[in-house]
């Protein structure tokens, strides 16, 4: 995969665990400690995904969430929620890029690894998606093409000059 995931909590010890994960996946992850850093981080250089809190002092995972989207290319990046106060509110899986939500401090790491891998494979998926499209246009060259490139020649016709002897030229 390229590219990496960005961590956004205002919690050391649950971007300690998520990068843990990450690492353990072969993903590499980032780190920020809050949404202003995190939108900062994403302008220079945008991740795959990102697993963002909602509840974080200053810029909320809310409001974070919503800037992102306006950014060139954020309504690409795939969104894991994190966050104390939500039980499974389905409403938060509506919103736009966002593959799933983690309640925080009881989510186990299987649930984690599970919307990781998600997240990660919905750019996986566009990005094979893009080859297919690439493979197919190349599949759709019209087959004069390519006997226009033998000069024409059947392949008989070449078989018997490539076994002809020197002493026969």
Do not use: W
Not at 48 to 73: E, I, Q, W, Y
Not at 106 to 128: H, N, P, T
């Amino acid at each position: 995969m390229n590219g990496y995931v960005l961590v956004v909590d205002d919690h050391p010890d649950v971007r300690r665990l998520v990068l843990d994960v990450l690492d353990m996946l072969g993903i590499e992850g980032r780190e920020a400690i809050n949404g202003e850093e995190a939108l900062r981080i994403v302008r220079r250089d945008p991740p795959v995904a990102v697993v963002l809190d909602l509840m974080m002092p200053d810029l909320d995972g809310f409001t974070t969430l919503s800037r992102l989207r306006n950014l060139a290319g954020g309504r690409e990046i795939s969104v894991v929620l994190l966050s104390a106060l939500v039980e499974d509110d389905p409403r938060l899986s509506l919103l736009p890029g966002v593959v799933g939500t983690l309640r925080k401090g009881s989510f186990s790491v299987d649930e984690l690894i599970c919307l990781l891998e998600r997240a990660v494979g919905r750019e996986k998926a566009r990005a094979e998606r893009r080859e297919a499209q690439k493979r197919n246009a190349a599949k759709k060259a019209p087959p004069a093409e390519a006997a226009g490139k033998t000069g024409g020649r059947n392949g008989k016709e070449q078989k018997e000059e490539s076994s002809a002897s020197p002493s026969d030229a």
